[in-house]
């Protein structure tokens, strides 16, 4: 599989699109000095208790309080909170040797909120999920540093392994090296591409995640919250560092210094490969150049198109999102079950790329076309599983259901992608309210007397196209409701057509002076 990232700066900050096989997968927003992205470290203020969902709010600067639940707390936090304390203080006795660090007994795993602070401490906090609709960021105490092989976790010394590496004599081997040279009092994650990697790497690493929690140290020093005290990588090396790998072919951006900055984060993490990044300076817009854009207008909407002519209907409520899988077109000659087979495959193709472009997260329903053989259906289930082994959220799937339907849980981190892909409604601008009455040429004669009333005669109507036509139209026999009101109310009435004029708004102008009337 060839993977190719295409970045596009602008004014408004930075756009990635990742390709797989030309095709877009991911899209990812950096708008400006955007705050409270996933991996970000605060150094936040307990406001408020709240004991009966066995959590807290934490003031970490959003303009709502950031919330933090008791299982998000991490089994060290009176670690973290003593840490974070003489950090701030600058009485640390453990110097830059964190090895020396004396940890505070654990915290029970089901206990209160309550039993673990006691006033409104200051406390280092990570933001787990960005701030969504108007929730504000959700916080965990379990400090996580990551870097392109492993993760690194202060505070315990356990060795994890990816349970992505299959191959046990890999895991041994991971494992004996990690235990070996991660430093003391830090806990370890190895992760999937620490595969096959040899002992020089993974330390390079380590060193780099140990001199960062030293920054998170020297950072806290006189600190007071609310504070960043570490922001998580741009959007560009974090993706890199997540994803870069031999069958990464390509990276092209269109601004120097963009360049410069994947050129270096290349050079330290994988020598050699720093050629692949190339700068994009044809005249043309870099999305354009690469069919980003025309994928982009294609793939968001109500309705996704499928090659065989069958259809997506992808709809979101407030509980989960519900994809419909339509069968369209097929030829009558492979059969019915044949034909729900490939429909239903296809479409899991580009079910898996919509759920990762549009970062579709929560419960997700699928509706596919109904089979009646058990062998087709766990086909279906195990080709959405295959599929879904590239997608970086955790996920589960489950097999389809007797009622023919296949839920999927998503982790969401940030917002889901929501491009508009529709005209606002002139009449309502986009609130899906009309008003304030349906009787509208009632409401415009009732205006109509008041301003003979006041001695105006000559008259112009600014109206909506449709209500020009429904006033104007009229027969010899039967005249319009327009020359109705210029002969009851005796005055001279022009009806004139406003583009732009909601269907329920009118005006009335002085026909001599131009100026308008106020009602």
């Known amino acids: 599989m060839n993977k190719e990232l295409i970045i596009n700066s602008s004014g ?201 929690w030293k920054g998170i140290q020297k950072n806290l020093k006189g600190a007071k919250p609310p504070q960043m005290i570490m922001s998580e990588q741009d959007k560009t090396t974090s993706i890199l560092r997540d994803m870069l790998n031999d069958s990464f072919q390509k990276v092209v951006v269109n601004d120097k210094a963009l360049l410069g ?108 076309i109904d089979m009646k053989l058990a062998e087709n259906r766990k086909q279906l289930h195990d080709a959405v599983e295959q599929l879904m082994v590239n997608d970086r959220a955790r996920h589960t799937v489950l097999p389809i259901s007797k009622f023919g339907l296949m839920q999927i849980t998503r982790q969401r981190l940030r917002p889901e992608i929501n491009i508009s892909t529709a005209e606002v409604c002139p009449t309502c601008k986009g609130t899906g309210k009309i008003g304030p009455s349906i009787l509208l040429a009632d409401d415009i004669e009732k205006d109509l007397k008041y301003v003979v009333s006041q001695g105006l005669r000559s008259l112009k109507l600014y109206v909506h196209p449709i209500v020009e036509a429904y006033l104007t139209k009229g027969t010899f026999f039967k005249p319009s409701i327009a020359k109705k009101w210029e002969k009851e109310h005796k005055t001279k009435l022009k009806i004139v057509v406003d583009n732009n004029s909601p269907i329920t708004e009118y005006n009335f102008y002085d026909a001599q002076t131009d100026d308008l009337i106020k009602l």
């Not at 490969?273 to 043309?284: F, W």
């Open 261 to 368: 900055v994947a050129r270096d984060y290349i050079s330290k993490v994988s020598p050699g490969q720093e050629d692949i990044v190339t700068l994009h300076s044809n005249g043309q817009p870099i999305f354009d150049t690469f069919g980003v854009s025309k994928q982009v207008k294609a793939a968001f909407g109500k309705t996704v198109n499928l090659n065989s002519g069958a259809y997506l209907i992808i709809e979101h409520t407030e509980a989960l999102h519900v994809i419909d899988v339509n069968s369209g077109t097929r030829s009558p000659e492979a059969g019915q079950e044949a034909n729900a087979l490939a429909t239903n495959l296809e479409a899991a193709q580009e079910i898996v790329r919509q759920m990762r472009l549009r970062d579709l997260g929560g419960i997700i329903i699928i509706d596919f």
């Open 12 to 212: 408004e900050g930075v756009e990635l699109a990742l390709l797989e096989d030309k095709k877009l997968v991911e899209l990812h927003f950096e708008r400006g000095q955007g705050q409270f992205a996933v991996g970000d470290i605060y150094l936040g203020k307990v406001k408020k208790l709240m004991p009966g969902l066995n959590a807290v709010f934490v003031d970490v600067g959003y303009e709502k309080d950031a919330f933090l639940h008791y299982t998000d707390l991490s089994p060290y936090l009176r670690s973290l909170l003593k840490f974070t304390k003489s950090s701030i203080e600058d009485t640390a006795n453990w110097g830059d040797d964190f090895g020396r660090f004396k940890n505070e007994a654990e915290i029970l795993k089901s206990g209160k909120i309550t039993e673990v602070f006691t006033g409104k401490p200051e406390i280092l906090v990570q933001v787990l999920k960005e701030p969504i609709s108007s929730k504000g960021p959700r916080l965990s105490c379990e400090i996580s540093l990551p870097g392109r092989f492993v993760v690194m976790t202060p505070f315990n010394d356990v060795v994890a392994i990816s349970r992505k590496i299959h191959s046990a004599e890999e895991r041994k081997r991971l494992q004996r090296i990690v235990e070996s040279i991660k430093p003391k009092n830090f806990g370890v994650i190895v992760r999937t591409a620490a595969e096959g990697k040899n002992t020089a790497e993974l330390h390079t690493d380590l060193l780099e995640l140990e001199k960062m």
